[in-house]
């Protein structure tokens, strides 16, 4: 059973971190590609980043500089640290994985979700 459970979601002042994890089980982590997306209220849900099996990075715009992603293959997590928060980030996170053919750094533009998590909502306000 794929299983996705997301967690470190609050409320945080406009300017400061959090960070979110994502526990991973049910399929072999090590060999796929994974990532987070969000949905803002009233909106469609957007990718965030995306990370390969080799730890191969590809920010959305809104998050170059700002947000970073990482794996931990021994504990099967893949964690996404929030830097210089805007209002405009409030919304629900999504850790998702792709179950499909294994990408590259070179295929990332590929990457489609299989599976993703109930999420975890992140605040940004004054």
């Known amino acids: 059973q794929v299983q996705l459970v997301e967690s470190g979601g609050g409320l945080v002042q406009p300017g400061g971190s959090l960070g979110l994890a994502c526990a991973a089980s049910g399929f072999a982590f090590e060999v796929y590609s994974m990532g987070w997306d969000r949905r803002i209220a009233g909106q469609e849900r957007e990718l965030v980043a995306v990370?390969?099996?080799?730890?191969?990075?590809k920010n959305s715009d809104f998050a170059k500089g700002r947000f970073t992603l990482t794996r931990n293959g021994p504990k099967n997590t893949v964690n996404l640290q929030m830097n210089s928060l805007k209002p405009e980030d409030t919304a629900v996170y999504y850790c998702?994985?792709?179950?499909?053919?294994?990408?590259?750094?070179?295929?990332?533009?590929?990457?489609?979700?299989?599976?993703w998590g109930q999420g975890t909502q992140v605040t940004v306000s004054s």
């Open positions: 990370i390969t099996k080799d730890g191969d990075l």
């Open positions: 998702n994985v792709d179950l499909g053919p294994h990408l590259t750094v070179e295929t990332l533009a590929r990457y489609n979700r299989t599976y």
